[in-house]
């Protein structure tokens, strides 16, 4: 079966600091790789896609940014935070599109609560 | 206007009580639909998915589409404190490259013992 794994749970960090967040993926190989901000009280906001090694969309421009250095590893990373940064990250993943079956639905990880200090 | 709409609540319900939570959306090409439900500070899980419209149970859980309508409904019969989250619909197109889903904002729902 499928596991996806996000760590850290919680973190507190100040502003102006680095971050890093990195969510893997085990069980399936190729899966498509999502980063979601859920603000309080507020929907899910799609910040990055990935269909494969290197490769990265990016759904709202802003202080963050994606790697996918490998298969099954999805980083999200900001070289200086904000207050505005804080928030719910999710990492998801689905099968390819031409993989399994394009009309597979998303599963989460248990996310990061995120707060800029 | 948002693609997908869905009341905020909080909705509140005795326990046993059936739960209706619904959503609209406004893109015709939406094909799939789902439904997740969410605890608090954790991730969403994925609770229903369904294609074109229809019902679809699952337990205590049953998924209508309409998708004439452009409306979507999860049943909760003999709802139980722990029915008690957040719950997301969901929709996405046949033909989409990332695979992605538009999100409604969320219900929260809270089943009172």
């Known amino acids: 079966s499928q596991t996806i794994h996000q760590w850290p749970a919680t973190l507190v960090q100040p502003v102006g600091s680095p971050l890093s967040l990195e969510c893997t993926v085990e069980?399936?190989?190729?899966?498509?790789l999502y980063w979601y901000r859920q603000a309080a009280g507020r929907g899910l906001q799609l910040l990055f896609y990935?269909?494969?090694?290197?490769?990265i969309s990016s759904e709202v421009p802003q202080n963050l940014s994606a790697s996918r250095p490998q298969d099954r590893q999805f980083i999200l990373s900001s070289k200086k935070l904000l207050l505005s940064d804080s928030g719910f990250y999710l990492c998801a993943w689905t099968y390819p599109r031409d993989g399994y079956s394009y009309n597979s639905p998303l599963h989460f990880g248990n996310g990061t609560r995120l707060t800029v200090t | 206007q948002k693609e997908v709409e869905q009341d905020p609540g909080p909705l509140s319900v005795p326990e046993g009580a059936i739960v209706s939570l619904n959503c609209t959306y406004s893109?015709?090409?939406?094909?799939?639909f789902m439904w997740y439900r969410q605890y608090s500070r954790k991730g969403p899980e994925l609770l229903m998915y369904t294609y074109s419209s229809g019902n679809k149970e699952d337990g205590r859980f049953t998924a209508q589409v309409d998708k004439s309508s452009k409306y979507i409904s999860l049943f909760i019969r003999d709802s139980q404190p722990s029915d008690s989250a957040t719950y997301l619909c969901a929709t996405k197109t046949q033909n989409n490259a990332g695979n992605m889903l538009t999100f409604g904002g969320g219900t929260r729902l809270m089943v009172k013992p």
């Open positions: 893109n015709s090409a939406f094909q799939y």
């Open positions: 990935s269909v494969g090694i290197g490769q």
């Open positions: 069980g399936t190989s190729n899966p498509n």
